[in-house]
């Protein structure tokens, strides 16, 4: 889903709708940490052990879908190991559900797309090494 969405945002850049554009690429971060998410339960077992509360999941927040993932230590070193990437997520972190109701301006929409879909350093091919 999260590489769905990403491509609906480029065609949504492409089609000059900066709003949604930024919107869904934000939403295909949130998917993509939500399959991270997804793949540790499978990995570890832990949604048997009740190691996190469903209700925690549905989260929109990326710090939280990051730690209740355990990523927070790969994020932190990736960030320390790529100014290419800190730049990346520094822009990306700043997305909020509540982002679907805002204007954006084309230079915000595409930096955004950018700093997601970048390749290597991109947030969202960070996010597929762990899903």
Sequence with gaps: MAEERILDAEALINGGRWAGAYYVAGYAVECGLKACLLAQMVRTG????????????????????????????????SLAASRAFAGNWGI?????????????????????????????DGVLRWIQKYW
């Design 46 to 77: 832990w949604v048997f052990q009740e190691r996190v509360k469903v209700e925690e999941c549905r989260t929109h927040d990326f710090d939280e879908l990051i730690r209740i993932a355990g990523l927070r230590s790969e994020l932190d070193g």
């Design 92 to 120: 990306v972190s700043q997305w909020k559900v509540s982002t679907r109701y805002e204007p954006k301006a084309e230079a915000d929409a595409r930096a955004f797309y950018a700093a997601i879909a970048d390749n290597p």
